[in-house]
């Protein structure tokens, strides 16, 4: 069992007084930032001055400074940017700016969790994970509620670094509902697999392959759609909720049982063995090698694989289906 942080451990009072550097402005960046705001701290957000988000930013009314320049003044330093540019953006801007005790922060474990990038000796070096996309942290924030995190510390170099990680998950709502204590590696991991078993690799290609079956048959191409992907909310925010079991025990008698006696059949044993191979790529660090290789070589297997799934007759059924609700666009 992992060890459990509420609001009753850190208020987001903590962070008053201290210079606080936001380094990027994407999804989790503006949501934090706006959090941040109102709860009242001293911010600034570090850019590029010719990025995309350096007007943004300044729009929004945020003290906005190159990065190097905020590094220098920030006592907590949170690197908000993608993970596969997080090594190189630290070594060139930020390492040498850093001040021996200030504090560097990060939304998710990635680039310390696999070794590639390696904080100085002489700062504090935490994790607050939120377990929400931004503009949903914002939201729950904002109703008073928060998202769940997962929060770590890898380097205690002032004795405060967990008194700064929590106060900063204060600040984002996230110990309303509560923080679960986990390590860099640990949330790089298991983030890596669910993402690529379930979440997204897993789940796209479970739905493809249900939805060429029915058609391969001659099932009509919006009707597979439907039964395939659109009905997948329903089970997710069901299993969300709820749990399996929860989810179990409100659908009808048919989908029970087919759900408990086909199963197993679809997720065999050599399904498994795979998803133990992938696990196994991710906690070598072959995975996260791999990823930055593609990156830094311009992406051209990520852009050929995009090209030939947006191709698929699937995503022409989809346009035909959601045509019909266009509330969709308004949910989300």
């Known amino acids: 069992m992992s060890k459990r942080f509420t609001i009753n451990d850190s208020p987001a009072a ?5 210079k606080i550097v936001l380094a990027g ?8 930032a706006e959090c941040l705001r109102d709860e009242g701290v001293d911010l600034t957000i570090g850019l590029r001055r010719d ?6 930013a300044r729009d929004k009314g945020y003290a906005v400074l190159e990065l190097s320049e905020a590094a220098a003044l920030a006592d907590i330093l949170l690197l908000l940017t993608p993970d596969e540019t997080q090594a190189e953006l630290y070594e060139r801007t930020i390492k040498t700016h850093l001040h021996d005790g200030a504090a560097l922060g990060f939304a998710h474990g990635f680039a310390v969790g696999f070794g590639h990038l390696q904080p100085k000796p002489g700062i504090d070096v935490f994790l607050v994970a939120p377990k929400a996309q931004g503009l ?3 939201k729950l924030y904002k109703e008073g509620r928060g998202a769940a995190a997962l929060v770590a510390v890898e380097q205690d170099a002032t004795g ?5 990680t929590l106060a900063y998950a204060a600040a984002l709502g996230c110990l309303r509902t509560g923080a679960l204590e986990t390590t860099f590696r640990e949330e790089a991991v298991s983030d890596l697999f669910g993402e690529q078993a379930v979440l997204c690799g897993g789940m796209s290609e479970l739905i493809r392959a249900a939805f060429d079956t029915l058609v391969a048959r001659g099932y009509s191409p919006d009707v597979a759609y439907f039964e395939c992907l659109h009905e997948v909310k329903i089970i997710a925010d069901l299993m969300h909720s709820r749990g399996i079991d929860g989810m179990r025990r409100v659908i009808s008698g048919t989908a029970l049982y087919g759900d408990t006696t086909r199963g197993k059949r679809v997720i065999d044993s050599h399904v498994r063995e795979t998803m133990s191979d992938m696990l196994t790529e991710i906690e070598s660090g072959d995975f996260a090698r791999e990823w930055i290789e593609e990156h830094c070589a311009g992406r051209p297997r990520l852009g050929r694989i995009l090209a030939d799934d947006a191709g698929h007759p699937i995503e022409e059924a989809g346009r035909r289906v959601r045509n019909l ?4 666009e308004e949910d989300e």
């Open 14 to 18: 903590g962070l008053r007084g201290k």
């Open 25 to 32: 402005f994407g999804n989790q960046g503006a949501a934090h």
């Open 325 to 328: 609700m266009p509330w969709l």
């Open 51 to 56: 990025g995309a988000s350096w007007n943004l």
């Open 160 to 164: 405060r670094a967990w008194s700064t």
């Open 136 to 138: 949903k942290v914002r």
